[in-house]
């Protein structure tokens, strides 16, 4: 029985890679299982608690000897990975149990979160070291075979040298799947502190060897075994890049399928959203456009352009303050175009109000104490002059009269105070004299 254990970052590129063709899903524990999608989800879901949590992905392959095979049911299986689990520390935490039947031994995948139900960490430390603890006693337990040559030995029965070389074999063992370069070879038997050296060529800086020190005991890669001269261990490296390059691809792939769905759905979101917006303005245009209302009467938007223009209109069936009688009547607004205002004549007729003779629509103006720029005969009604028009008091019988628009800011006083001060008057063509 051989573990390692491994951090990623994508619970994504992890699941994938287990999930494949070949993989049977034993058991699941914190997620829902119906689909890879589903269980990507649910741990993604929890792993949102710790988003500081650079690498919350925990990945176990779990393997055994082919002598063993014969025992390995599903059930037994399942029931070796949750005691592995139980003795290195994770508990409390969603996993799911894989197996894959793509090799000679046969093995399982145990992927967990290490962020545990509580949000808090499945610490990792020291992982090395108690991991083959944990593989001992669990081989030893149920009878499991010990690898051939150095597999069986019983390393608690060994003396230096040989104890240090077991030693620095079990360790290169359970850190070597895990790296990708010389380098990371080092520093992970630093952790065991065992010192690597690498011998290098006279002519180049391309290594040709290795050694392994443990205390003062030195041995060569073939030294601890022929697997580990470094030509070997060279090999296994490059596969480990090749196997990480696949999973990596097949990250990339899924996060650019992801990034896609995710650019569908923001682009569908915001073609919502400028469809609302769309029919927001819509709703305010035809709000703005809602024709005026006069007495019960809907205006044509020809009749609000006329009454806008400071003209009359007449209209026909509109209602009474007592809300049923109904009455026909000429209908103009004041100068602000703030107030509706009815006549029964022509609004434009002239008639005879104090010294002028002006509109129907001035007088009525007027009379309702509105202030009104009036269309006035002039010179015996040859010509019309504009004067402005009011009265200070409803009551009073005499308007007040200005040839200026004492509505005006002072400013604008001002300047119309420079204009010489005459009534505007439209002159007749009264063509050339002959």
């Known amino acids: 029985m051989i573990a390692k254990n491994i951090k990623g970052k994508s619970f994504r590129g992890c699941v994938s890679y287990v999930m494949n063709e070949t993989a049977k899903l034993l058991e699941a524990e914190g997620v ?18 710790r988003k500081e949590i650079k690498q919350p992905v925990g990945h176990i392959p779990l393997s055994f000897a082919p002598e063993d095979k014969d025992r390995m049911t599903n059930d037994f299986m399942v029931q070796l990975a949750k005691e592995y689990m139980e003795k290195m520390g994770i508990k409390n935490t969603q996993y799911i149990i894989v197996r894959h039947h793509n090799t000679d031994n046969e093995h399982i995948h145990i992927v967990y979160n290490r962020i545990d139900n509580n949000l808090k960490l499945i610490s990792v430390n020291h992982d090395y070291k108690r991991n083959i603890k ?3 006693k669990l081989k030893d337990k149920y ?10 030995v019983k390393r608690e029965k060994l003396r230096n040298p040989d104890k240090a070389k077991y030693y620095i074999y079990d360790a290169i063992k359970t850190v070597l799947l895990e790296c990708k ?6 520093y992970n038997l630093q ?8 011998k290098h060529k006279r002519t180049s800086s391309e290594i040709e060897g290795v050694s392994f020190r443990y205390g003062d005991i030195a041995f060569k890669g073939s030294e601890v075994d022929r697997k580990y001269s470094f030509g070997n261990i060279k090999k296994v490296l490059e596969k480990n890049i090749e196997e990480s390059k696949k999973r990596g691809e097949e990250e990339l792939l899924q996060e650019q399928t992801a990034q896609k769905v995710r650019q569908e759905a923001t682009l569908k979101v915001k073609q919502e959203d400028e469809e609302k917006a769309r029919k927001k303005d819509e709703a305010k245009v035809q709000v703005a456009k809602r024709n005026i209302i006069i007495k019960g009467v809907v205006l044509s938007d020809e009749q609000e352009k006329t009454l806008m223009g400071s003209g009359h209109i007449f209209l026909e069936n509109m209602t009474a303050k007592d809300g049923k009688t109904q009455f026909s009547a000429y209908v103009f607004l004041n100068d602000e175009k703030k107030q ?5 004549d022509n ?8 010294k002028y ?5 001035d007088k009525i103006l007027i009379e309702n104490g509105y202030m009104t720029k009036a269309k006035v005969k002039w010179f015996g009604g040859v010509n019309y002059a504009y004067p402005f028009l009011w009265k200070a008091n409803k009551s009073d019988a005499e308007y007040k009269e200005s040839w200026n628009d004492p509505r005006l800011p002072k400013t604008q006083k001002e300047e119309q105070k420079q204009k010489p001060k005459q009534p505007i008057i439209q002159q007749k063509n009264r063509g050339r004299k002959r």
């Open 32 to 49: 829902l299982a119906s689909s890879k999608h589903d269980i990507i989800r649910s741990f993604a879901m929890q792993r949102s608690g």
């Open 134 to 136: 944990v593989c001992k």
């Open 143 to 152: 009878g499991l075979t010990y690898g051939k040559d150095k597999e069986r």
């Open 181 to 186: 370069t010389p380098n990371d070879l080092r």
């Open 191 to 198: 952790k065991f502190g065992i010192e690597l050296e690498y």
């Open 340 to 344: 509706v205002l009815f006549s029964y």
């Open 347 to 354: 609004p434009d007729e002239f008639v005879k109000y104090g």
């Open 357 to 361: 003779e002006m509109r129907i629509r």
